[in-house]
């Protein structure tokens, strides 16, 4: 495929610009193209009494969905085998549960911006966790949904990883599964797992969304 270079220079007359006059008036417009959300580590993204931005569609069917580079340039550790892709919101917002290295664990990213890119953009493309790291993590989300007020709102014991099952939650329930994910999470894995990767890292909620070009709207 062959491609060509073509450019406008707005300031050239030739092209037909021209200065601005007295009367003229402009109108400029703005755009969200670009939405990154990064929780912290044991912490709800929402609170009840916050804005949402609507429901959510929850699935398992997803959950190993590579975490895309353009979005972790911020993080000061890389994803390999972290992620757990687990709904899209109403308004495109892609949410995942990303595990977080604690302080003590966390290894250096090379110093080098083109060496830094190059390993974030390998472990973005094995960012989801491995198998049965993901087994025990789906099975505590279930355990959330089952109990309390979340019973009811869709997701069931049958559903499993990479399954067709999905429920649309909505945003104060969804709000409510990421408070009480987070306040049980620390004796959910005391009490069923002995594994090092879970003492060694924390789970943080990541919500992004590329590309939706919404108009931002603005008064006088």
């Known amino acids: 495929m062959l491609q060509l270079l073509y450019t406008i220079d707005y300031g050239s007359r ?20 670009l939405l990154i959300i990064i929780g912290r580590p044991l912490k709800p993204i929402t609170q009840s009494n916050e804005w949402s931005s609507g429901n959510v569609t929850m699935t398992f069917k997803n959950w190993r969905a590579s975490y895309s580079s353009k979005h972790i340039h911020g993080l000061p550790f890389d994803l390999e085998h972290r992620t ?16 977080h ?17 190059k390993r974030l953009k390998k472990s973005s493309q094995s960012s989801a ?25 869709g997701v ?9 099952h999905s429920a649309n939650i909505q945003c104060k329930k969804w709000t ?5 994910f987070m306040e049980e999470w620390d004796s959910f894995v005391q009490e069923y797992s002995c594994d090092d990767f ?19 709207e603005l008064n006088d």
């Open 156 to 164: 069931e014991p049958l559903w499993m990883l990479d399954g067709p």
């Open 84 to 99: 757990f892709r687990l709904a899209t919101a109403a308004t495109r917002e892609a949410w995942y549960i990303v595990m």
């Open 198 to 216: 879970w003492m060694e890292n924390q789970p943080a909620f990541h919500a992004y969304d590329y590309g939706a070009n919404i108009e931002i």
């Open 176 to 180: 409510a599964f990421q408070i009480t």
């Open 101 to 117: 290295p604690t302080a003590s664990t966390i290894t250096d990213l090379p110093s080098s911006g083109r060496e830094r890119r």
């Open 14 to 33: 030739k092209a037909g610009s021209k200065a601005a006059a007295v009367g003229d008036k402009y109108y400029p417009t703005f755009f969200l193209d």
């Open 129 to 153: 966790l491995q198998l049965h790291h993901a087994h025990f993590l789906a099975g505590y989300i279930k355990r959330v949904f089952l109990t309390g007020e979340l019973i009811g709102e």
